[in-house]
């Protein structure tokens, strides 16, 4: 009741008064009130988005006062000394590896900057899963990385928090939370009733109520205290969770969240009483746990079939002792308080991100974080579960990481909870359960009946990583040494363990498609080695960590020891005896591996003896078998034997030795053959090694063989894969005594030596341990130390083609001296070409330093010594097997038999130096002369390869088909010569199986594989195409006698290895006797380290003579008595195969030679034609050798029909070039300083100084006050969206051109540029273009009498021009020609946008249309004075002169501006040169006045009067027109110059000018003139009683000097105009001057001035006036103009008067040089127009605004703010910096491209979209080239990858 009327009241009212009621000694009633309140206020049936309960929890927390004051009064006891801050996916945080202590730190940005990084190895990164600050916990990070804040730790010296402040929340939390828990249980459905949707729904309800709790946790620590001691109190959570005992719905309530309890355990309720009945029921998860913890836990209901449960069922099964182990793991979960119930119902709702944040924000609470890490401990099963099930399990996987990287990071910690709550048996455990719902049974070796379980590599868990949460929490935990201590000495666990990887053993099996092409690649191979790589050698590697030290002996013993049982138990399942099965493979063998590498550690760090960690020599051969297999088929791989699996099996191949997996993969496996190879038969081995080769049946000596199982072009490359391989095992020393810098350097090297590397993808290449913990590559040396030992650094280039290059890493000369290694090339390589690349690159080396100049055989290098316990390694290589395939292949060689390569002779050769370098210790019998006895049974007396190098082989029995040339037909004469040549070879028969048969009671097997051995090696039959080939394998060992052609035959060889060298020597050298007797005696080492075959073989020689003094003797006998093989018969094949080659040869040669001239030729002709267009003024040149006119027609090369000729009316040539709009001119300001990107609030960036404002305004002012169509031609417009025609020079047809883009118009290909717009690429150079410009039929440059100079009177050139401004020329008649010239202008007219054309006040007038014309010629000069430099300093040809075509521009718009008379009563060049009577204007004439000449652009007349002016305009009547119009700026020049005086100095001037004005010079004389203006301009309407102010803050005084140069500052910019427009009219050649020279230059060269001689002094530049009638009635007379502007205020006058044409080049915004500067400021900015923070936000480089790239929000008519604003900032060319990726975008009319970045590393490298998040600088060099590309208008030319962009940037 009383409830009731406190519900009524006023909330803050009520607060306040319980609150006071609280604080009462005998508080009872209170309190008892409160909870009737509360009971009414929380009632669960209430809906949840009824958001009056949450007002009601605000006021009664805060007692009465406002909640905002509260939360204030709060946060202000906070005492937390950590940050704690979290964040979710995407936020940028920073990692400082300087300062972590956990690979995992990481700190927000704030704590970041306000900490001392410099100097660090810090990055800034993009938070996948989200995090939390660990600034001030020093667990995590070094204290030296904290901010101020938290290294002062501020919080310590805070006053406790008053108690009554916080008596309200202790209150009404409790009840909160229970009434969020209770909505959160009534809205739960299990996921398979409903839809995920529903979920989503309780979720938004809730929102506030969890925002609430949210807002709670960030009040500080006092909050998080009271929040704590909530959650956790085991007492609260008894009263409260069951809810009241009378209310209905409570109860209900309660019985849904024990129902979903029910199936939290591991083991499911329904699951335990199927399988009570073989189990006893009360014991049932006991028995289950210690019975089939790895098994499936219940295998029938499981599987489908009861066979198939039952096989899988009846394998061993690990022992868990069910007394020790913590049951909990499988039992249903019970909670005990409100922190267990809201994890629970967190992970039943999928991890939502505001719980996850509420849970994670209560963390810097100490108590909290050890009961919620228990809590989370004590779910993880559950977990596991729901994750399974999840159809987000990728949202689902990162918010788990996102919580448990926080509570595992903590070393402290995760000790704690290993050994209170079982952590690493609950994860092994969770971990197998998850693997054990894919297995499947696997293939390997017996496909029937096979009794091992892979996991299956297709199943959704693999494919998505679902398992990569709980495997990375796993490899977190195991990164503190004492967690991982604990696990290496629990024996059980490690059992678990073991058979957690044995699930992954022999994974994703591939078998070998024989006869179709495999239908569908699958692609699960992805998945297997990701599996491999996280779930077992990630771990390995964590374990590895651990055990470096001799104290930690006992863990490595004792993984390896089961390691070995869990071998021996899965050779037992997959019944393996000794041989593999043919074509099957798997690159998974994770056992193995592990073994592999806690060998590997014992031996180098902890100094274990090998033997007492080998198994018997059976299980090691059974070891060696698989790793074998691998390796073998790589070889067939890469030999195309597997081509019809499909591209995935070459991905596998790739994958297996890629750099993120290969010391996971293959350096273990290949470090387990060699130790196999050190402990086996080295005979054994070899052959192995060959047969698994499949090149047995290859190695005989007889020309002809038949191999069962190989084709024969896939022998060749298998044979050099087996002997790669064997050099590769015989002198790799990763694992076998090199020490880590060593590999480090070796891994470097070899690298670098592939291809110049950045030095990103230099660490990305070099494999580093992965456990990725360890973050630091291991090895006393850093990275960088040993990167700058090998590598010299070239900083990124710049070539003219604008290609942009990265700072890159390139070898020492010294390193490709001494430690190019080609076999650790070989061994890393992904891609075969990058073997070839580095040969490439050190035969560069060589030729370049002069070592050599041939093609150079890959270097020999000498090894580091093996590790003692490896020494049976080099047995290999003295073993009789190895020594005969040797001899074998030297002897093939030799004898140019099919399939051999250099490569075979290179190894081989490789193979004798390993074995000369590397000497077995006891042989002490070397130099005893052998005694040959039996010729041709045994091969060689030992196993020495000294003493077998000059073993000499006599006889040697083969067996050969009939067919073969070495049967003898007739009786046995002495045929040696022809044995001999045709040299074919067998193999030993009976002595050595003798001995065998001695040794075979020891090892049964290896007997029988020699055997074999043997007997494949000695079968011979003829050439494999003409034998069908046996399907299946098991008719390989065809019964000895069923070929009814072999025949056995003795060969007589009478050779041993030494001489066999020397004759290749010869052959290679083509020299009949290349060495002489005393060659040896002149020897010098040195010079062999580095060249070709010829080289090794001398180098080999060389060493084996230093070694034993009997070979001495024998290499001086051979070189004696040697002599070349007798040459073959005449047919015999390989002769004429030789003599074909050589004449093919020959003929190509001669093809080369002939196809090089025409190209040549072609490339002369381009060149002439590119020239011919390029300069016309060397045609005028040779047209000027005569005064008299010489018509000679320019011609034409068409580059598409090649034909040459003149530009006809009829078919008129045309000129390639690209019409675009351009804003360049319109962005110049005053000032030369480019304006700086604002990167604080307080910076703008204002655009009024620019020239387009300018202009525009100047515009708009004229049209208030004058005729709209004088105005029209006073101005020019165009500096905003002006068009710009450049050309590439290539001239074709117009009617070609028409043909052309048809057929592009039909090509389906797609183009990067669109052809319906007219766009193409020039037929010839391949420039982009979209339009052509028609010439103009005749000569090139006005020639002969144009140019002819004219000495009359100036007043008559005046009327000539007055009468050719009359003459209008005559109406050019309708041609082909006019059609096109029309249609250009139509384009160009396109080309813009309607609103930078329509300045007229009636748009589509003909005066609208004029302006756009002339101001097309304005815009086109200016920017190529802009492309000059600014200025004509230069003179000559620039290449922006290569670019103009403004000569044939000139002339279409001359012809179009015929349309155009100019009325001749406004004609302004009567107001220029004649004194003409103002006409009376009417009261009532309506009109306007025309616009004051002292008010016009003077360069716009000048293009007016000369466009307008019939064409060829004699040159005579230009220097007459720019001689009025000098005139004219010279006046405009001194009025704007009147206005900068302070009254006096006007006065001064205007008084010393009238009393110079009777002088004779005075029409020429500045002084004189200045004062006229000043005293006419005076009459106006109080002109310059505005400019007072400003000037009166001025003190300097102008002086003549200053005058003058001022004025002619004024003028210059009309003369270059001028001296432009005559030099693409006139041919002129434009002369190179100094600056302070131009002026006179100018002047001269216009013919203003007379040509500066030597002496003479600089022009001043009144004297270069010249007048036609007074001066200074003229003057007068234009002054009069302004002063009769009635209505004109006199401040607009003045703007109007001072016109400064001079402006600065065109500039981008200055940028920072630090990047994050930019990136702080931008990237959190809300974008001004949608208000939010753009998820892409971009910087406009020209004028600074900030738009949204790609954002919906700001899209207007379907077009993003990217196009809109390069629409309106450059007239649809825009460069944007994109702020989270630091790239560069252009945006060119309807296509973009990416440009690259401005901004590199400390590399000298892009980051790309940020990802390495490494301190960026700017790259002055690159925003040069830019800036660059943007003034000269080249994007589309040098930036080669464009696409559309469809409005959606």
């Given at each position: ?445 017996d496909e029937e009946n096979s009794r091992h379980v892979v996991v299956n590599c ?455 130096e390993l074995g000369l370098d590397n000497q077995v210790q006891d042989s002490k ?308 300083e480019a304006k700086n990107l604002p990167t604080s609030d307080e910076e703008h ?605």
């Amino acid at each position: 009741m009383m409830a009731a009327s406190l519900l009524r009241r006023d909330k803050k009212a009520t607060a306040a008064h319980l609150k006071a009621d609280l604080k009462r000694t005998d508080n009872t009633a209170a309190v008892r009130q409160i909870h009737e309140l509360l009971d009414d206020v929380l009632n669960p049936e209430k809906p949840a988005t009824d958001t009056e309960a949450l007002d009601w929890c605000k006021c009664l927390i805060a007692g009465g006062e406002a909640f905002e004051e509260f939360c204030k009064t709060v946060r202000s006891f906070d005492n937390a000394t950590l940050c704690g801050l979290v964040w979710t996916a995407n936020f940028v945080a920073y990692r400082c590896r300087t300062c972590g202590i956990s690979p995992c730190m990481s700190l927000c940005a704030e704590c970041f900057n306000n900490g001392d990084h410099t100097s660090h190895d810090f990055n800034m990164f993009r938070s996948q899963a989200g995090g939390a600050c660990d600034c001030g916990d020093s667990n995590v990070m070094r204290e030296s990385g904290f901010c101020r804040r938290h290294r002062l730790r501020t919080g310590e010296n805070i006053p406790s928090i008053p108690r009554d402040l916080l008596l309200m929340s202790e209150l009404v939390l409790p009840r909160f939370i229970l009434s969020v828990i209770q909505y959160l249980r009534d809205g739960y459905t299990e996921p398979d009733s409903s839809t995920e949707r529903d979920l989503q729904k309780v979720l938004q309800q809730l929102e506030p109520q969890i925002s609430f709790l949210e807002e709670l946790t960030k009040m500080g620590a006092a909050m998080r205290t009271v929040l704590t001691k909530i959650l956790t109190n085991q007492q609260t959570f008894k009263e409260l969770s069951m809810g009241q005992e009378d209310n209905l719905f409570a109860k209900k309530n309660y019985e849904k969240y024990l129902a979903a309890l029910k199936n939290s355990g591991l083991v499911s309720v329904d699951d335990k009483h199927q399988s009570s009945g073989d189990v006893g029921a009360e014991g049932g998860a006991e028995t289950l746990l210690g019975s089939a913890a790895p098994g499936s836990p219940d295998e029938s209901s499981k599987e489908e079939d009861q066979d198939a449960g039952q096989s899988v069922g009846q394998r061993k099964r690990v022992k868990l002792s069910s007394s020790t182990k913590d049951l909990s793991i499988i039992e249903c979960l019970k909670h005990k308080c409100f922190l267990e119930e809201l994890l629970f119902w967190t992970i039943k709702y999928e991890f939502p991100q505001k719980k996850v944040t509420f849970l994670l924000n209560m963390l810097p609470d100490q108590d909290y974080k050890i009961t919620f890490t228990k809590t989370f401990v004590q779910h993880y099963a559950f977990i596991m579960k729901t994750l399974m099930k999840s159809h987000e399990s990728d949202t689902m996987s990162n918010r788990i990481v996102h919580i448990s990287v926080q509570l595992f990071s903590n070393e402290e910690l995760a000790r704690h909870v290993t050994e209170e709550c079982q952590l690493l048996d609950i994860m092994v455990t969770v971990l197998l359960y998850m693997m054990e719902s894919c297995l499947i049974k696997s293939e390997l070796q017996d496909e029937e009946n096979s009794r091992h379980v892979v996991v299956n590599c297709s199943e959704a868990l693999l494919k998505n990583n679902t398992y990569w949460p709980l495997v990375s929490d796993f490899i977190n935990i195991l990164s503190h040494q004492s967690v991982a201590k604990k696990f290496l000495e629990d024996h059980s666990l490690l059992m678990l363990w073991m058979s957690f990887v044995s699930f992954f053993q022999g994974m994703n099996l591939n078998k070998r498609e024989l006869n179709e092409h495999v239908e569908f690649e699958s692609q699960t191979y992805y998945a297997a080695f990701a599996a491999e790589l996280e779930a077992c050698a990630q771990p390995m590697w964590g374990l590895l960590t651990h055990c470096k030290v001799k104290e930690t002996q006992e863990y490595t013993k004792t993984v390896v020891r089961y390691c070995l049982e869990t071998l021996q138990i899965w050779f037992d399942a997959i019944s393996f005896n000794d041989e593999p099965l043919p074509n099957q493979v798997t690159f998974h063998l994770p056992l193995h591996r592990y073994y592999a590498m806690f060998l590997s550690k014992a031996v180098k760090c902890q100094g274990l003896d090998l033997d007492s960690l080998l198994p018997d020599q059976e299980m090691l051969m059974k070891i060696m078998v698989h790793p074998l297999q691998i390796q073998a088929c790589l070889s067939e791989i890469h030999s195309n034997m597997w081509v019809r699996n499909g591209l995935q099996i070459k991905g596998q191949a790739m994958t297996y030795v890629q750099s993120h997996f290969c010391n996971s993969m293959i350096d273990p496996d290949i470090y387990l053959l060699q130790v196999c190879a050190s402990r086996l038969d080295p005979d054994y081995f070899i052959s192995s090694v060959f047969e698994r080769f499949k090149v047995v049946d290859l190695l005989t000596m007889a020309s002809q063989h038949q191999n069962a199982v190989l084709d024969s072009e896939q022998e060749r490359p298998m044979l050099e894969g087996a002997l790669t391989f064997l050099v590769i095992l015989t002198s790799l020393r990763i694992h076998l005594g090199m020490t880590d810098d060593e590999i480090l350097r070796a891994e470097m090297v070899s690298q670098l030596c592939m291809n110049d590397r950045t030095h990103s993808s230099l660490l990305d290449l070099i494999p580093e341990n992965p456990n990725p913990k360890s973050g630091i590559v291991p090895g006393s040396c850093s990275f960088e130390e040993m990167l700058s030992a090998v590598a010299d650094f070239k900083a990124p280039v710049f070539e003219p083609g604008g290609s942009m290059q990265q700072g890159m890493y390139t070898p020492k000369a010294e390193v490709w001296e001494n430690e190019f290694d080609p076999i650790m090339v070989v061994l890393r390589t992904v891609y075969r070409r990058d073997v070839q690349s580095a040969m490439d690159r050190y035969s560069a080396f060589l030729k370049q330093s002069g070592i050599h100049t041939g093609n150079p055989w890959p270097p020999y290098k000498e090894r580091t010594p093996l590790h003692p316990c490896y020494k049976g390694l080099i047995q290999l290589l003295h073993c009789k097997t190895l020594h005969i395939v040797i001899f074998t292949l030297l002897y093939k060689i030799w004898m140019d038999h099919q399939n051999m390569s250099e490569h075979v002779l290179c190894m081989v050769l490789y193979l004798i130096e390993l074995g000369l370098d590397n000497q077995v210790q006891d042989s002490k019998e070397d130099e005893e002369p052998c005694i040959e006895e039996h010729c041709h049974d045994s091969w060689f007396p030992g196993t020495n390869l000294i003493s077998n190098l000059h073993h000499v082989i006599n006889f040697v029995r083969v067996r050969v088909p009939e067919t073969a040339p070495e049967v003898k037909r007739e009786a046995p004469p002495s045929t040696s010569s022809e044995a001999s040549s045709y040299g074919q070879n067998s193999r030993r028969l009976s002595a050595n199986w003798r001995e065998n048969l001695r040794e075979a009671q020891v090892f049964s097997l290896v007997a029988e594989r020699r055997r074999k051995f043997q007997e494949i090696i000695n079968r011979s039959s003829s050439e494999a195409s003409m034998v069908v080939r046996p399907k299946s394998s098991s008719t390989r060992w065809v019964p000895p006698g069923t070929p009814p052609q072999l025949v056995t035959e003795i060969l007589e060889i009478r050779e041993s290895m030494l001489s066999l060298l020397v004759k290749l020597h010869q052959k290679l050298s083509s020299k009949q006797n290349s060495l002489s007797e005393s060659w040896l005696d002149s020897m010098d080492m040195s010079r062999h380290a580095h060249g070709d075959g010829i080289t090794a073989i001398e180098r080999i020689l060389t060493k084996a003579a230093t070694r034993s003094c009997q070979i001495k003797r024998s290499i001086r006998d051979i070189c004696g008595k040697v002599h070349p093989p007798v040459p073959p018969k005449k047919n015999s094949p390989t002769d004429k195969k030789a003599m074909d080659k050589e004449e093919r040869r020959q003929r190509a040669r001669e093809r080369q030679q002939k196809l090089l001239a025409e190209f040549a030729s072609r490339q002369k002709s381009f060149m002439e034609t590119a020239m011919d267009v390029e300069s016309p003024e060397t045609e005028a040149a040779m047209d000027l050798g005569t005064s008299e006119m010489m018509e000679s027609e320019v011609l034409y090369d068409c580059v598409i029909c090649g034909q040459s000729g003149p530009s006809t009316e009829d078919r008129p040539a045309g000129l390639v070039v690209l019409l675009q709009a351009s804003s360049v001119l319109g962005h110049r300001c005053k000032s030369g300083e480019a304006k700086n990107l604002p990167t604080s609030d307080e910076e703008h960036i204002y655009s009024a100084d620019t020239c387009a404002v300018a202009h525009d305004v100047r515009l708009t002012l004229l049209q208030r006050f004058f005729k709209d169509s004088s105005c029209l031609q006073s101005v020019s417009i165009g500096w905003d969206g002006g068009v710009y025609v450049q050309t590439c020079g290539h001239t074709l047809h117009i009617d070609c051109h028409k043909l052309y883009m048809e057929s592009l118009r039909n090509d389906q290909v797609l183009q990067g540029f669109s052809v319906d717009k007219g766009e193409f690429t020039c037929p010839l150079c391949r420039q982009f273009a979209n339009s052509v410009l028609p010439c103009r039929p005749g000569r090139g440059s006005e020639t002969g009498a144009w140019h002819s100079p004219a000495n009359k009177k100036i007043s008559v050139l005046i009327k000539e021009v007055e009468a050719l401004q009359d003459n209008l020329g005559l109406f050019p008649t309708e041609s082909n020609l006019s059609k096109e010239m029309e249609s250009v202008i139509k384009d160009i007219k396109n080309t813009t946008q309607k609103k930078y054309m329509d300045y007229g006040k009636n748009p589509g007038s003909p005066d609208n249309d004029f302006l756009f014309m002339y101001s097309l010629a304005r815009t086109n000069l200016e920017l190529e004075l802009v492309h000059r430099g600014g200025n004509l300093c230069c003179g000559g040809a620039s290449a922006a002169a290569k670019r103009s075509c403004l000569n044939q521009l000139f002339h279409v718009l001359a012809m179009h501006m015929r349309l155009y008379s100019i009325d001749s009563a406004y004609n302004p060049w009567t107001k220029l040169t004649q004194l003409t009577q103002s006409r009376e204007t009417d009261g009532f004439d309506e009109e306007r006045p025309e616009v004051p000449m002292l008010f016009r652009d003077v360069p716009s007349l000048l293009i007016i009067f000369v466009l307008t002016m019939p064409q060829p305009l004699r040159k005579e009547h230009f220097t007459c027109v720019v001689k009025m119009l000098y005139n004219l700026q010279f006046i405009q020049a001194l009025a704007a110059l009147s206005t900068k005086l302070r009254p006096e100095e006007r006065q001064a001037w205007s008084s010393s000018g009238a009393i110079k004005k009777a002088r004779a010079n005075a029409e020429t004389s500045f002084e004189v003139l200045l004062g006229h203006v000043i005293s006419e301009l005076s009459k106006c309407n109080n002109l310059y009683a505005v400019v007072v102010e400003d000037i009166m803050l001025s003190s300097s005084v102008w002086s003549p000097q200053s005058v003058e140069f001022s004025l002619q500052q004024y003028c210059l910019p009309f003369l270059r105009l001028a001296c432009l427009l005559q030099h693409h009219l006139y041919g002129d050649d434009l002369t190179g001057c100094e600056e302070q020279e131009e002026f006179s230059s100018l002047a001269a060269c216009l013919g203003l001035a007379p040509a500066p001689s030597v002496a003479s002094n600089p022009v001043n530049s009144a004297s270069c006036l010249e007048w036609a009638v007074s001066a200074f009635d003229l003057v007068t007379h234009w002054c009069a103009e302004v002063k009769g502007l009635s209505q004109v205020q006199a401040e607009q006058s003045l703007t109007l008067l001072v016109q400064d044409p001079q402006w600065a080049p065109p500039r981008l915004l200055q940028l920072p040089d630090n990047y994050n500067i930019i990136f702080q400021y931008y990237h959190r900015k809300a974008c001004a127009v949608c208000k939010k923070v753009p998820k892409d936000p971009a910087l406009c480089l020209v004028c600074g605004a900030f738009v949204c790239l790609k954002g919906v929000c700001c899209k207007q008519q379907g077009i993003c703010e990217c196009v809109l604003h390069s629409q309106h900032c450059g007239a649809a060319t825009g460069i944007f910096l994109l702020i989270n990726a630091s790239v560069i975008i252009i945006i060119r009319g309807h296509r973009f491209c990416l440009w690259g970045s401005v901004y590199l590393d400390a590399h000298g490298e892009e980051d790309r979209d940020l990802r390495r998040g490494k301190p960026l600088f700017l790259c002055e060099e690159r925003y040069r080239v830019l800036e660059q590309q943007w003034v000269s208008h080249t994007f589309d030319h040098i930036n080669k990858r464009w696409g559309p962009h469809y409005n959606g940037l």
